[in-house]
Structure formats: C-alpha cells, structure tokens
C-alpha cells in the first residue's frame, strides 16, 4: 500500500541529537494506543515521519528507527529549530495535514507552536492522549501542577501537538519496513537567525541513571529539616542498597546535588518499592514517583497529601524512622 | 554593546499547593458538586479568591537571574538596565513595587481586562506588547507557570517578535560584545552557548530559583516610584478578539485518582514504626527485588 499524497497525520522525529530511539518508541506508541481519530484506530495507517537528521552516518539508523512505513528526511544542522521550522512550515503549506505529533521536550515544544503560528493552526504540549472530538481534536494533559487532568479541544488545524514525558516509556517496535519518500538538505545560511548561537557545547549532564533504572528508590524532601538530615537519609540508603533522590526543595536548598531531583524537574522513575522521607507530596514530584509499584511514606504531618497519595504511611520524624528501617534491614540481610 | 536592556515578564498566580485535597475533588467535573461554567463557558477550576498570590517557580528564577547578570555585567564595567512586568493587573502591583526595591528600574503592569488562564495565545499578545513597549534587547519569561502550564507562551511571544527564543535556561552570564553566555537544557541535555541579542530567554529549573528580599530602606528609598499601567489597547492588543480565536479551548476538568490505599502504620516510637512497616509491607517486596 502506497502512503497518500497527503497524509493525515505527520510524527516528527528529531534526529540531530541523543535519545532518538526514546523519541521514536514514544511517537510509536501514541500513534498505535493514544490516538484515536478517524472511523477506526489506524490513524498510524496514514502517518508519515517527518525525520531531521544532522549525520549521514545516522540516516540508515534513523530510517530503521521510524515509527511510521513512510518517511520523509530532512537534513539539518545541529540547534537549528529556526530552520527545522521553516521545513515544517513549507511541508505543511505543500500539502497540509491534520495532525503534527511532536516528541515532549522543548524542541519539540518550540516546533509545535511556531508552526501553529504559521500555519493558524493550534499547538498543545505534554498530550496524555487525543481522540476526535465534535469540533475538533480533544486532547488530555495535566493541569494546575498536576492536580487535575484538563480536557482541550484543539479547533484550528492543523493540530500540533507535543506528548507527555510518559510516552517515552512506550515498549513498541518500529514499522518492519520503510520507505523513504524524499532526502531534503536544509543549508545552514537559510535564516537570519543563523548567527543568534554561537559556540555550541554539549556539557556533561548530571548522572541519573541510577534512580531511573532504581527498583528501590529512597526520596528525601524538605522533612528532612536539614541538609544533615539529608545527608542522614542518604547514608541509611545506601545500607538498605536503595538508590537517594531529592525532591525540589531539597536540591533548591543545595542540601544534595540538583541531578538527584525527582519530580517534574528531575527524574522520573519507576522503582519496584519507593520510601518517601519528609516529603509533602506536591503533584509535581508525585508525578515523578507514581509509577512505582509501592510507595511507602513517612511525615509528620498525618494530613499531608503524601500520606494519601502513598500505599502506607508512618506519622513521626522522617530522618529517625529511616533510619530505624536501614538497621533493620541490615540486620535482616546479616541473619 | 555597553549598555543591555533587559526586560522581564512575569506571572502572578495562586498558591495551588495551599488547597486541601478535597478543594480539588471538588474542582473536576464528575465531583458531585463540580465546578460552575465561568462566563467564557470554560470550566471554573478549583476556588482561589482567598489563596495567597505568588510568582510562578519560573517566573521569580527569571527576575532573579536578571539581578545577578545586572550585577556580574557592573563587575566589568557594563550598564544593565532593568525593566519588569506582568500582565496580571493590578494583583502584581506588590511584586511589582518589591522589584523597584531591589534595582529594577522600571515597572508596569498591563491590564487584560479578562482572565487569561488557559490562554497561551492572548497571554502572549500582551506579553509581546508589554515586551515591545518596554524596548528590551532580552526578554526573560518563566518557561511555564500554572494552571495551565501550556509551556509555548515563549515561543508564540518569539514568534510575535520574530526573535529566536531558548528555554529550560538555567544561567546566565555576561560575554563579549555584549552577548550572553546562556547555560540550557536541550533535548541533549545541558548545553551551554554564546547568545547574541535580541533574543527571548525562557527559565526553568535553575539552582537560582529565588528572589532576594529587599532591604527596608531600599523599600522606602522606592517608595514614590510608580508602577506605570498599560491597558491592553495600549498594546494594541484586542483581549477580546484574541480570546475569540484561541484556537485550543478547555472543555473539562478531571480529578487525578493515584488509586493507593494511604494505610497508617501504627507503633509507639520510631522504630515500632518502622519494624511495623517492614514486616507488613515491606520485607516481602525487597526480597524479591
């Protein structure tokens, strides 16, 4: 089956830079179970991957990693958002589409509302899911600080919109076969805005991967009282053999490094058990643990939202009830 | 460049963490007792007249970065000036006046005449406007500020000022020939690059998140500085018209259930607490892991 000349729904795949298999998985995976549009799911059926690419070397990869049969290639530099939007600007003008699903993150945050600008089309960030609605695209994501879940109807197309970071764990595989449709090569002196960054340099990002892959995660918040207490938790985790995240305020406070935020702002894991110390439970940090398979927590404030929001709870002094539990469990592991 | 004029924009809002869990059951749709339609036909969300107002996250690391490029620029001889506003009306007035305390030169604040959650695209006509009024060669913005948190509000303000825009920025520091040194978080990860002006900077979670409290003789030495007030028409700006043509709309609001049991572990000291929450929950799960 040949993909039409114009297609529905168009998944926008940034290649220029790391975690593109992520990407994919996560465009792959809402194009097959978070997209419902159309008199059957098959939305995927008439998608197409509009894919950037800044390395020859990557292109056959990037090609393998589609989540669409068809693909259309753009080759760009690096941190060049002004001109992968004056690609998608131009392919959307040539033919149109409904729908432009973006990868969450900023860049695809930036593309999705310039081009809605452009196009007098609608953007919507962080999509949990979208199906077709009386006037349009219906869409749900978080609001107020994860608090509530908002429903959005998206009236001008086309609809641009960026998925939610829980996309990104989507277990999918990419299409069996491709197609590639057209290779494009954007120069680099096509905008004016080429001189506005100068002296590009990736550095080193903190090291999380210790509290995304954790299967028991221990998180200190603001309970903790001060960075002492912080710093009392994290060395009774480390002889229960958890891995140590913070919360926000803990790492605004410079009481633990900022790479060991969990929330919104930090990491999102998904440990098998969580023990949450001294934390208040705001939205935005529970939004980092909630998958986890139990969460245990400790305040000393019985009404605090944490106390509901975990499987268990203990109401007493954060510091001194982890404490108790890491000579426990040492002993346990010792008999 | 000698002289950089730096402007900021800001959003008030209200302290959402100050709500009782069982304001926001009340605040979905499927409540019983579920929130009113507002005048616009949207759904009200959960009751904050009486919810003290506060900065977005964002917002206040933005005002608080401007403060100290303003002071890392004087280190090398540079002028800095500042200039701030919110398009939260008179509810900013107080923010306001704290930032002429501390060195901002210069404040506004811009009258919608409507409500403007849930609408990116009105929000950023203001801001593009107050932003033009104000002349800057920066524009800082939080990246994101509740309750809608849609995130594009830089973008569509960059887009309206046809300027290239960075988000997720978390420092900033003075360069040569008057560029930035801006330190951000890409999709990479952390990048740090040289910025030439003008451009629309967009912060997030910057270790620099709060804003410095004014002295108060600083207070009082401002005191008669005015907060200037610019009406939407001012702008040029059809609140109205642009409300009209929001192009996504919210039509319903849903409470969040994280389906746990929220089980009280009982015991007399701490470490009755935590034998009690060994033996019953925990033991099993760990030695399986």
């Known amino acids: ?335 | 460049m000698d002289q950089l004029r730096i402007v900021v924009g800001f959003k008030v809002t209200p302290d959402y963490e100050a709500l009782r869990p069982a304001d926001w059951a009340r605040a979905g749709d499927d409540a019983a007792d579920g929130p009113e339609a507002s005048p616009g036909g949207r759904p009200g969300g959960p009751e904050t007249r009486f919810v003290r107002r506060i900065l977005g996250v964002f917002d206040e690391a933005a005002l608080e970065l401007a403060l100290r490029l303003r002071d890392a620029r004087a280190e090398r001889g540079l002028q800095t000036s500042l200039a701030a506003f919110s398009v939260a009306g008179r509810v900013a007035d107080s923010f306001l006046k704290t930032l002429l305390a501390l060195g901002y030169e210069r404040a506004a604040r811009v009258e919608a005449g409507a409500a403007l959650d849930f609408a990116p695209g009105a929000t950023a006509a203001l801001v593009a406007g107050g932003a033009q009024r104000l002349g800057g060669d920066v524009l800082l913005l939080g990246s994101r500020c509740g309750p809608g948190d849609s995130g594009v509000v830089p973008f569509l303000v960059a887009e309206a000022l046809g300027r290239p825009c960075l988000t997720q920025v978390t420092e900033i520091a003075p360069a040569d020939r008057g560029r930035l040194r801006v330190t951000f978080t890409a999709d990479a990860g952390p990048v740090r690059a040289i910025v030439s002006t003008p451009c629309v900077l967009a912060v997030g979670n910057a270790v620099v998140s709060m804003l410095r409290v004014p002295t108060l003789k600083d207070r009082l030495a401002t005191r008669e500085q005015p907060v200037v007030a610019f009406s939407a028409a001012d702008l040029g700006v059809d609140v109205t018209e642009e409300l009209d043509r929001e192009p996504a709309a919210l039509v319903g609001l849903e409470t969040i259930d994280r389906g746990r049991a929220g089980v009280i572990v009982g015991g007399a000291t701490p470490a009755d607490k935590a034998r009690a929450l060994y033996e019953t929950h925990l033991r099993a799960r760990l030695e399986r892991l």
Not at chain 1, 36 to 63: C, H
Not at chain 1, 312 to 333: F, G, M
């Open chain 1, 1 to 335: 089956m040949s993909a039409p000349a114009t297609p529905r729904v168009v998944a926008v795949l940034d290649g220029t830079c790391v975690g593109v298999d992520r990407r994919a998985r996560a465009l792959a995976g809402f194009l097959r179970d978070g997209l419902r549009i159309g008199k059957d799911a098959g939305a995927a059926a008439e998608a197409v991957t509009l894919a950037f690419y800044a390395d020859s070397g990557a292109r056959d990869s990037l090609v393998e990693l589609a989540p669409t049969r068809d693909v259309r290639l753009i080759r760009a530099p690096e941190f060049r958002p002004d001109l992968m939007s004056g690609a998608l600007t131009a392919f959307e003008a040539g033919g149109g589409a409904e729908l432009f699903v973006f990868p969450g993150g900023p860049l695809g945050a930036e593309l999705a509302a310039r081009l809605a600008v452009r196009s007098a089309g609608s953007a919507l960030t962080d999509v949990q899911g979208a199906a077709a609605g009386p006037a349009g695209l219906v869409c749900r994501r978080a609001v107020y600080s994860n608090h509530l879940t908002g429903r959005f109807e998206l009236r001008a197309r086309p609809w641009c919109i960026t998925l939610d970071a829980g996309w990104y764990d989507a277990r999918i595989e990419p299409a069996s076969e491709h197609s590639v449709r057209a290779d494009v090569e954007l120069s680099a002196e096509e905008s004016s805005a080429a001189a506005a960054l100068r002296h590009v340099e990736l550095l080193e990002p903190p090291e999380t991967g210790d509290l995304e892959a954790a299967k028991f995660l221990i998180v200190a918040g603001r309970g903790a009282g001060s960075r002492g207490g912080v710093e009392r938790i994290a060395a009774a985790a480390a002889r229960m053999g958890a891995a140590f995240g913070v919360t926000r305020p803990v790492a605004m406070n410079a009481w633990a490094p900022a790479g060991r935020q969990i929330g919104v702002s930090g990491t999102r894991a998904a440990p098998v058990v969580c023990l949450v110390a001294g934390a208040s439970g705001a939205p935005a940090f529970l939004w980092g643990v909630e998958r986890a398979g139990f969460i245990a927590a400790v305040d000393t404030d019985e009404h605090a939202a944490i106390v509901h929001e975990a499987d268990a709870a203990v109401v007493d002094d954060a510091v001194a009830v982890v404490e108790a539990l890491a000579d426990i469990v040492a002993r346990e592991r010792q008999s």
